[in-house]
């Protein structure tokens, strides 16, 4: 292959990403509907109880930064670190994307 193709080849796989990346960024929120079954055992839908905060309606960052706290430990709470860390980036983003809309 001659360099100008490679280059071009190149150059459309970058904005293919670049194009791509938005729809990533944004998280599934079906997805997160079915990976929160896991955390409404705990966190009730709107209310508090017990200790356990509410996080139905937080903004999407704010819940990805406290994930992200808990999983490199500068928030201090041993069981929500244990389940940050079961969790990967698509999966936190997907949670996120579904409290924030419930
Ligand atoms: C065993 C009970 C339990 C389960 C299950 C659980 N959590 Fe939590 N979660 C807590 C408690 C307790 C806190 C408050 C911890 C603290 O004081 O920092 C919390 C805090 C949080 C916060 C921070 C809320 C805020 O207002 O800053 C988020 C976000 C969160 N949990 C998300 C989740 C997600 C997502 C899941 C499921 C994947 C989940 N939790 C499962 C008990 C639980």
Known sequence: MCG???????RALALAVFVAAPTFAAGDVEYGAYLAQDCSSCHQKNTDSAGIPKITGLPAD???SALKAYKE?????ST?????RSLDDEQVR????FYASE
């Open 94 to 97: 997907a949670l996120a994307a």
């Open 73 to 77: 430990g500068q928030r201090d709470h």
């Open 4 to 10: 100008r193709h490679r280059r071009i080849a190149a």
């Open 62 to 64: 704010y819940f990805i």
């Open 80 to 84: 929500m670190q244990m389940i940050a």
